[in-house]
């Protein structure tokens, strides 16, 4: 059995070359679906470490990398995700991102530069790859309707087992990993809302169909649907997050558009959601003799973490001798790793980026977020921890 000791060894001596990788990808963010010079990069990498990769799986930034062991034994996947977040970068590290407006703000440059390190000390370790290991470079996890689905389509799971992944947390300290079974991830939905009148003159409004009125009751009929007609122990966030409406302060508009997301576990508190949206919009349009539009769109599902997968993670950390696995809570964001784990079995993790001294420790998608580097060795140790407990079951 490989120690702990020798896990760890390998992980550092694998930091330097994360670490150029990490920085390469943060100073060089691309948006989902406009991965072109990302994947290129994670292309030539695997091409010079000799490993066999297809391009191109489920859109023209895919990538599936295996590497194939001599010993029979199962076939496990790790997922990264590649795309950035539009937001102007305010970090001042010397590797800012160089294209204004995106940024590296979720932590995607992390998970690529870990999965490249363990995708590397595997080809590196042959002598102890059992089975198959599948590397996915997934492209479009911050936009829905994601590039998991497209993926899997393609194939990317055909034959995999078990699937893990992890996400870096600014909230746990660096070298910490947090891990929780069951229902981790909220299922992420939205709703898209026209309202329609006449429109007229600021001073006048009993002359028209007053849309803004409409719309501001509207948002307060919507902010009541989880307070007052939801189960006080269900889960449930209903945000509306965009209005737009307007070009003039003394015109009431002819239209104004609503945009929001729904939170939510379970699918039928989803679709009771998405009906009483509909009736709130629909009686604010009575009261002022407007009409509306709507539209609800399904997002990424709920991600449940499975009971034995988890137990894995948390044997991982155990073997490594000195990440500390925790608990975590759920949390109402969401995640198209769901999207694999509707499909095979597996656990995704968090591994902790936090580091006051170094500001690392403002939120995930600030434009002043930072992760403390040696979240990596962490990172890729799991990775290896992980590979050798399902192996040497």
Same mark, same amino acid.
């Given at each position: 059995m490989v120690t702990g000791n020798q896990v760890r060894g390998w992980a550092e001596r694998k930091f330097p070359k994360m670490q150029e990788y990490r920085r390469h990808f943060h100073e060089n963010p691309e948006l989902s679906f406009q991965e072109k010079e990302t994947s290129a990069y994670i292309r030539a990498v695997l091409e010079q470490r000799g490993i066999l990769f297809e391009a191109g799986v489920g859109g023209p930034?895919? &990538?599936?990398?295996?590497? +194939?062991?001599?010993?029979?034994?199962?076939? %496990?996947?790790?997922?990264?995700?590649?795309?950035?977040?539009?937001?102007r970068e305010e970090t001042n590290l010397s590797f800012s991102s160089a294209r204004e407006g995106v940024m590296h703000a979720c932590g995607h440059d992390f998970h690529m530069a870990a999965l490249l390190g363990l995708a590397e000390t595997l080809q590196e370790k042959r002598e102890f790859v059992k089975g198959t290991v599948v590397f996915i470079f997934q492209f479009a996890e911050e936009i829905p309707p994601g590039g998991a689905v497209s993926m899997i389509e393609a194939g990317c799971l055909d034959g995999v087992d078990r699937i893990y992944g992890a996400h870096v947390d600014p909230q746990l300290p660096a070298g910490e990993v947090g891990v929780l079974e069951g229902a981790y991830m909220a299922a992420s939905d939205s709703f898209f809302v026209d309202i329609r009148g006449g429109g007229g003159h600021g001073s006048c409004p009993y002359e028209a169909q007053d849309t803004m009125t409409t719309a501001a009751t509207a948002i307060l009929n919507i902010n009541q649907i989880v307070s007052r007609?939801?189960?006080?122990?269900? =889960?449930?966030?209903? =945000? $509306?997050?965009? &209005?737009?409406?307007?070009? =003039?302060?003394?015109? &009431?508009?002819?239209?104004?558009?609503?945009?929001? $997301?729904?939170? $939510?576990? +379970?699918?039928? $508190?989803?679709?009771? %959601?998405?009906?009483? %949206?509909?009736?709130?919009? +629909?009686?604010?349009?009575?009261m002022y003799g407007t009409e509306y539009s709507y539209r609800f769109e399904r997002g990424y599902p709920c991600l449940c973490n499975r009971e034995r997968e988890t137990a894995v993670v948390k044997k991982a950390a155990e073997r490594t001798g000195h990440c500390r696995?925790?608990?975590?809570?759920?949390?109402?964001?969401?995640?198209?790793?769901?999207?694999?784990?509707?499909?095979?079995?597996?656990a995704f993790f968090r591994v902790g980026v936090q580091n006051e001294k170094l500001g690392a420790a403002y939120p995930l998608h600030h434009s002043h977020f930072q992760a403390d580097e040696t979240g990596l060795i962490a990172a890729l140790e799991m990775f290896l921890q992980i590979y050798l407990a399902e192996t040497e079951q």
């Open positions: 930034w895919g &990538i599936v990398a295996r590497i +194939k062991g001599d010993q029979p034994g199962p076939c %496990i996947a790790f997922r990264a995700d590649m795309d950035a977040l539009g937001i007609l939801i189960d006080p122990l269900e =889960s449930a966030v209903i =945000s $509306t997050c965009q &209005i737009h409406g307007g070009v =003039s302060y003394n015109v &009431i508009p002819a239209v104004i558009s609503l945009g929001g $997301t729904i939170r $939510t576990y +379970k699918r039928e $508190t989803a679709d009771f %959601i998405r009906d009483e %949206i509909e009736q709130a919009v +629909k009686a604010a349009c009575s696995c925790r608990e975590i809570r759920p949390t109402m964001v969401g995640e198209d790793f769901a999207r694999y784990l509707e499909k095979v079995p597996g």
